[in-house]
């Protein structure tokens, strides 16, 4: 499952710092695969020579953003590098803004509530209510999944015009996770009109087997989409046909009053990675 961002487009201007971006990189080689890593696995991760990647890992240590262990001399990340995540979540108008939204609906649907936003041609969830009932997917806030088969995404997409569409289709992997997932232009172009026709996207069981979610955009004044509200339920307790005629007009009652709120206005546009500009 995609846990690692896209790298964002070369940038070979003069303000383009190189050093810092392969210092960065060393922090992104951390995932669930690779939670401690040796000086040469580090370097094989980020693509680097040992020698750098030794420099890049020492100074993030002394700052306090890596662990190493002093037997194994394997790096790790340290809850100080939590705080570079944090940052965002305490300074997004997304997530500020649609917090309290977010709580209702859980409160209202007593299931697992989501936020997430477009970032290239993934999905990045930004907040999370869980729900007290049977639950098998963790979610956990900073997942990212793929655009084309996820339901938040084909919500952002449905109010995309058509050719940031088929860009951002074209440029996905399209992998199968699943025997569900849909991976087929026309099957997912008829998704994406689904989602404008009805207001809301959907997914079943195309990314985790048994999970079922209902989403629908939000939007900026002048309906740019900025992220989507979504609601997760097991196959186990919900037939797909359920799930969206009960869930898919709570989401968009959720979206609209997240979009009408006033410090959704503050959210800027993102970068639409296959259009390669901001929208």
């Known amino acids: 499952m995609p846990s690692t961002p896209t790298p964002p487009p070369g940038d070979d201007s003069r303000l383009f710092v190189a050093a810092l971006a392969r210092g960065v990189s060393v922090l992104a080689a951390f995932n669930e695969q690779h939670p401690a890593m040796t000086l040469p696995e580090l370097a094989s991760a980020c693509g680097l020579t040992k020698s750098a990647v030794q420099r890049f890992a020492h100074t993030l240590w002394t700052m306090g953003y890596l662990r190493k262990d002093p037997k194994s001399k394997r790096f790790s990340l340290s809850p100080l590098s939590l705080q570079l995540g944090m940052r965002y979540l305490q300074t997004s108008p997304f997530v500020l803004g649609g917090h309290a939204f977010l709580h209702t609906l859980n409160r209202t649907s007593q299931e697992t509530?989501?936020?997430?936003?477009?970032?290239?041609?993934?999905?990045?969830?930004?907040?999370?209510?869980?729900?007290?009932?049977?639950?098998?997917?963790?979610?956990?806030?900073?997942?990212?999944?793929?655009?084309?088969?996820?339901?938040?995404?084909?919500?952002?997409?449905?109010?995309?015009?058509?050719?940031?569409?088929?860009?951002?289709?074209?440029?996905?992997?399209?992998?199968?996770?699943?025997?569900?997932?849909?991976?087929?232009?026309?099957?997912?172009?008829?998704?994406?009109?689904?989602?404008?026709?009805?207001?809301?996207?959907?997914?079943?069981?195309?990314?985790?087997?048994?999970?079922?979610?209902?989403?629908?955009?939000?939007?900026?004044?002048?309906?740019?989409?900025?992220?989507?509200?979504?609601?997760?339920?097991p196959s186990s307790r919900w037939s797909f046909e359920e799930a969206q005629s009960v869930f898919g007009p709570q989401v968009i009652e959720t979206a609209q009053a997240i979009s009408a709120s006033r410090t959704i206005h503050t959210t800027p546009p993102y970068y639409d990675q296959a259009a390669g500009m901001a929208v």
């Open 113 to 233: 509530c989501s936020l997430a936003e477009p970032d290239g041609i993934d999905m990045v969830y930004v907040a999370r209510f869980a729900t007290h009932k049977e639950m098998f997917v963790n979610m956990a806030v900073g997942t990212r999944l793929p655009m084309y088969c996820s339901a938040g995404g084909r919500a952002v997409m449905s109010r995309l015009d058509d050719r940031r569409v088929k860009e951002i289709l074209r440029q996905s992997p399209r992998t199968a996770y699943t025997g569900n997932t849909i991976t087929t232009l026309d099957k997912l172009t008829q998704e994406v009109e689904f989602a404008r026709k009805h207001g809301f996207g959907r997914s079943n069981g195309e990314i985790y087997p048994g999970d079922i979610t209902i989403s629908a955009p939000v939007v900026a004044p002048g309906g740019t989409p900025v992220g989507s509200v979504n609601v997760s339920v």
